[in-house]
């Protein structure tokens, strides 16, 4: 199996009633068609629907009659720089299973939707009916997103109980409500200083949505790997030269914010961490996460920033977690340690010899390397498995209980909407600030954004922020006095 496509195809076969190989025929013969209105927020809102689909093994058609020669253009190369193999058709002919009118109306549409201000309006069928209030690149990045979720429910044979089919989603990430239109513009450029930690599926994201605000400021990425074909159908930046030479992500997230004034480290939170305490690096006192495990976010807490936002995902899920220093729930509240036996990567690397970083990896394929150093009898074991992904190990061992390691399913648009949650909490601080009380957001992006939980959740009084409180302090002075 393309390994570009596992993630997604591991993710739907969870929530369909079919099987990866047949999941795969089915996405290949999916043809989806996007039709797009006059103006920049509708080109730009479909210029990243396109980013997203092309992600997926599915047929994309571009309905070109609004369109300039330059913004066929544009969308074409989107495409093709990704997929080469596939492109995007222009044209409608009539074939297509699915039609996407973004920012326009179509009588023959199966979904519409529109970008408004920070958030969007998604319909089924042709009638947007709301006020068009003109865009920002968040809500543009937030209605491709909603958008690429109501396609993927059409096209991947998902259970009924498992996805909520809306006739109209309006969503802003900014107030967490479904009125967009009420949500203030920006006044100026959006200014920061912060570290994001983490450039994987909900980081790319955030890089992506910072470049489409225009930021600026200075911005810290942390990432201690480089991007792979396997992170090609997940992650929102990226392209298949990338997928090929395999930069660093920090890199790759650097040349995504023209922008910004970069600083990149290769490497964990927690060895930024000590970067900083040897003053090799600088302290942000706002800090974002991206980040795909419960001990990584417990790591990236020990920065102790003034502030810190988390976007988080779990199969359909997307959550955000929002971290002001000793008034709200810290990570480690959030994700408390709970260590009573060994991590599922823990115990498959155990049982084939390999290390706990390779095995961590389940999306990338097993190669010749990875079994240098085990002895004969593992080595019989796993030779039969070479070129396959490392996520089948467990069953191959004879671990069927586990996981797959840390293998994790996934499709772009989760991601997507959790990073929306996340600058769109960097925005409500510029223009409302101190009007959101809930910290801990989170809702299946398969139903929709509308049962939304929104909660406010405080320290717990035997955390690690509150029982070491002072020695905190003292540590949060100290780096930002360095």
Same mark, same amino acid.
């Given at each position: 199996?393309?390994?570009?496509?596992?993630?997604?195809?591991?993710?739907?076969?969870?929530?369909?009633?079919?099987?990866?190989?047949?999941?795969?025929?089915?996405?290949?013969?999916?043809?989806?068609?996007?039709?797009?209105?006059?103006?920049?927020?509708?080109?730009?809102?479909?210029?990243?629907?396109?980013?997203?689909?092309?992600?997926?093994?599915?047929?994309?058609?571009?309905?070109?009659?609004?369109?300039?020669?330059?913004?066929?253009?544009?969308?074409?190369?989107?495409?093709?720089?990704?997929?080469?193999?596939?492109?995007?058709?222009?044209?409608?002919?009539?074939?297509?299973?699915?039609?996407?009118?973004?920012?326009?109306?179509?009588?023959?549409?199966?979904?519409?939707?529109?970008?408004?201000?920070?958030?969007?309006?998604?319909?089924?069928?042709?009638?947007?009916?709301?006020?068009?209030?003109?865009?920002?690149?968040?809500?543009?990045?937030?209605?491709?997103?909603?958008?690429?979720?109501?396609?993927?429910?059409?096209?991947?044979?998902?259970?009924?109980?498992?996805?909520?089919?809306?006739?109209?989603?309006?969503?802003?990430?900014?107030?967490?409500?479904?009125?967009?239109?009420?949500?203030?513009?920006?006044?100026?450029?959006?200014?920061?200083?912060? /570290?994001?930690?983490?450039?994987?599926?909900?980081?790319?994201?955030?890089?992506?949505?910072?470049?489409?605000?225009?930021?600026?400021?200075?911005?810290?990425?942390?990432?201690?790997?480089?991007?792979?074909?396997?992170?090609?159908? !997940?992650?929102?930046?990226?392209?298949?030269?990338?997928?090929?030479?395999?930069?660093?992500?920090?890199?790759?997230?650097?040349?995504?914010?023209?922008?910004?004034?970069?600083?990149?480290?290769?490497?964990?939170?927690?060895?930024?961490?000590?970067?900083?305490?040897?003053?090799?690096?600088?302290?942000?006192?706002?800090?974002?996460?991206?980040?795909?495990?419960?001990?990584?976010?417990?790591?990236?807490?020990?920065?102790?920033? #003034?502030?810190?936002?988390?976007?988080? !995902?779990?199969? !359909?899920?997307?959550?955000?977690?929002?971290?002001?220093?000793?008034?709200?729930?810290?990570?480690?509240?959030?994700?408390?340690?709970?260590?009573?036996?060994?991590? /599922?990567?823990?115990?498959?690397?155990?049982?084939?010899?390999?290390?706990?970083?390779?095995?961590?990896?389940?999306?990338?394929?097993?190669?010749?390397?990875?079994?240098?150093?085990?002895?004969?009898?593992?080595?019989?074991?796993?030779?039969?498995?070479?070129?396959?992904?490392?996520?089948?190990?467990?069953?191959?061992?004879?671990? !069927?209980?586990?996981?797959?390691?840390?293998?994790?399913?996934?499709?772009?648009?989760?991601?997507?909407?959790?990073?929306?949650?996340?600058?769109?909490?960097?925005?409500?601080?510029?223009?409302?600030?101190?009007?959101?009380?809930?910290?801990?957001?989170?809702? #299946?992006?398969?139903?929709?954004?509308?049962?939304?939980?929104?909660?406010?959740?405080?320290?717990?009084?035997?955390?690690?922020?509150?029982?070491?409180?002072?020695?905190?302090?003292?540590?949060?002075?100290?780096?930002?006095?360095?």
């Amino acid at each position: 199996m393309d390994v570009r496509h596992s993630r997604a195809l591991r993710l739907a076969e969870g929530i369909s009633a079919e099987s990866e190989e047949t999941l795969l025929g089915r996405l290949e013969r999916s043809r989806v068609a996007i039709a797009v209105g006059k103006g920049e927020d509708s080109v730009l809102t479909a210029e990243v629907l396109v980013d997203t689909l092309r992600r997926l093994p599915i047929q994309l058609v571009l309905e070109s009659d609004s369109l300039e020669a330059d913004e066929i253009g544009r969308i074409s190369e989107i495409a093709a720089r990704i997929d080469p193999g596939r492109g995007i058709r222009i044209g409608c002919n009539g074939d297509e299973d699915v039609l996407v009118a973004v920012g326009c109306e179509r009588r023959d549409a199966t979904i519409a939707g529109m970008p408004v201000r920070h958030g969007a309006l998604v319909v089924s069928g042709r009638s947007l009916g709301g006020p068009d209030v003109g865009a920002s690149g968040l809500g543009a990045f937030t209605c491709a997103a909603l958008l690429a979720g109501e396609v993927f429910k059409r096209i991947a044979s998902v259970r009924p109980e498992r996805a909520s089919y809306n006739d109209r989603i309006a969503w802003c990430p900014v107030r967490l409500d479904e009125k967009p239109w009420d949500s203030p513009e920006l006044d100026g450029p959006l200014c920061l200083d912060l /570290a994001l930690v983490g450039q994987g599926a909900i980081g790319t994201a955030i890089t992506r949505i910072l470049s489409l605000l225009g930021a600026e400021g200075r911005v810290q990425l942390i990432d201690p790997e480089r991007f792979g074909p396997e992170n090609l159908g !997940t992650y929102s930046l990226g392209v298949a030269a990338d997928a090929e030479n395999e930069p660093w992500k920090v890199d790759l997230g650097a040349a995504a914010l023209p922008g910004m004034s970069v600083a990149t480290h290769v490497g964990t939170a927690a060895s930024f961490i000590e970067a900083v305490d040897r003053g090799e690096g600088i302290w942000p006192a706002l800090a974002l996460t991206g980040l795909d495990s419960p001990g990584a976010r417990r790591e990236a807490q020990r920065l102790w920033p #003034d502030r810190l936002i988390d976007g988080a !995902t779990g199969d !359909t899920m997307c959550g955000l977690h929002d971290v002001v220093f000793s008034e709200t729930a810290c990570l480690m509240c959030l994700f408390p340690e709970r260590r009573e036996g060994p991590t /599922a990567a823990e115990r498959l690397a155990e049982a084939t010899g390999l290390p706990v970083e390779v095995v961590s990896r389940g999306d990338r394929p097993l190669l010749e390397a990875h079994l240098a150093s085990l002895d004969a009898k593992q080595r019989h074991v796993l030779q039969p498995l070479l070129g396959q992904p490392i996520c089948g190990l467990a069953e191959a061992v004879g671990l !069927t209980d586990l996981a797959a390691g840390h293998y994790r399913p996934s499709v772009p648009f989760v991601s997507q909407q959790a990073a929306c949650m996340v600058v769109g909490r960097l925005v409500a601080g510029m223009i409302e600030p101190g009007q959101l009380a809930a910290n801990f957001v989170q809702y #299946d992006a398969l139903i929709g954004p509308w049962a939304a939980t929104r909660e406010s959740r405080k320290p717990l009084p035997d955390c690690y922020c509150q029982v070491r409180g002072e020695l905190l302090e003292s540590v949060r002075k100290l780096r930002r006095t360095q």
